[in-house]
């Protein structure tokens, strides 16, 4: 269970109601609620981790289940095409942490120019130098050799570590880029070109998500800070005249509640969840609103532009199959009871 998670009372008000509890609701929340005046609501449409989500492996199971919202593309016509009706899955996460919760738990920042692009289209303040300082402040790295290094912290909340378990085919992988001339990097330092083993949101072996890091350390402490969660706002409501949000209408239990926002309502529902919001509240592009008859309050391409990364694993190969999965056949109790002892060596902290 979750302390300070409420069930919503009808018209009630708050500061701030901050919209989806991803790795940038929680972070808000936190901040926020630490200031003792300040009223916080944090909405989320998921539940609470559970023993699986601690446990690395395990992240390929997630996927499946009601942690994730399981959206998937409509058919491709030149990516996916290994998939049932060239469809993408595209993960997001539907529950507290959000996608830091059912994710594989890679710490990537990504490319400087990506950021520095974003600035160039007109995004003030997102540069990379202006958001390093920002992955800085909430870095916790333990991982080895970079203990120096102007690209990490090691205060922050967000632990950062190596993965301690390692295969025979990674180590013999790292070894071979090396051989035949590819450096070992930091691929979070100044460059990404080379090889590395990857640097994991794990603490001691176990997944460490935006809500551990953000929300678990305040969550006895923080009274001005209320959670709700396996609710989902189905409209940010906003005054016609002004163009300003005032509240959330949000369904939980099968009955619409409205809650009001004394300074602002704050939309952090992800990539997919945070654009279709908005359309739903009347904000978006005029042809898609008014075919599902939405009165339109700001015409905006929103979600005009999204891009996406796919991903590849590389080859994969069988051989001596048992019809066992890795999984089955390499874990027993005994392992189970070493992990959750703090043992961070076993196969169950691979990813």
Not at 293 to 320: A, W
Not at 326 to 332: I, L, R
Request: charged share 20%; net charge positive.
């Amino acid at each position: 269970s979750v302390p300070n998670v409420v069930a919503p009372q009808q018209n009630a008000e708050y500061d701030f109601i901050v919209v989806g509890s991803g790795p940038a609701g929680c972070v808000l929340a936190n901040r926020l609620s630490e200031n003792p005046q300040w009223q916080v609501y944090l909405i989320e449409a998921g539940g609470v981790e559970s023993i699986p989500h601690q446990i690395p492996i395990m992240a390929a199971y997630l996927q499946g289940t009601h942690s994730n919202w399981g959206y998937k593309s409509v058919p491709q016509r030149a990516a996916c095409l290994g998939m049932n009706n060239h469809e993408c899955a595209l993960p997001r996460g539907k529950i507290l942490g959000g996608t830091s919760s059912i994710n594989f738990m890679i710490y990537n920042r990504g490319n400087r120019r990506d950021f520095d692009r974003w600035a160039e289209f007109g995004n003030e303040g997102w540069s990379y130098d202006e958001v390093l300082p920002y992955f800085l402040k909430s870095e916790n790295s333990q991982v080895e050799g970079l203990a120096m290094s102007p690209y990490h912290n090691h205060s922050g909340p967000l632990n950062v570590e190596d993965v301690r378990y390692r295969t025979e085919a990674a180590k013999a992988y790292v070894k071979a880029a090396q051989e035949a001339g590819h450096n070992k990097t930091d691929y979070n330092g100044e460059s990404q070109m080379g090889v590395s083993f990857v640097q994991a949101n794990t603490l001691k072996g176990r997944r460490h998500s935006a809500y551990r890091a953000y929300i678990e350390p305040i969550r006895y402490t923080r009274k001005n800070l209320h959670i709700v969660t396996m609710a989902r706002v189905t409209k940010v409501l906003i005054d016609k005249q002004t163009k300003q949000a005032y509240g959330v209408r949000l369904l939980y239990r099968n009955t619409l509640y409205t809650i009001k926002a004394r300074k602002e309502v704050i939309l952090s529902a992800g990539a997919f969840n945070s654009p279709q919001l908005l359309m739903l509240s009347g904000i978006g592009p005029e042809d898609n609103l008014k075919g599902i008859g939405v009165p339109i309050i700001k015409e905006l391409p929103v979600g005009k532009l999204l891009y996406d990364h796919m991903c590849h694993f590389g080859p994969t190969f069988t051989t001596n199959s048992t019809g066992k999965t890795f999984f089955v056949s390499h874990t027993t109790p005994g392992l189970f009871a070493s992990f959750f002892a703090g043992d961070a060596s076993t196969v169950l902290s691979s990813i």
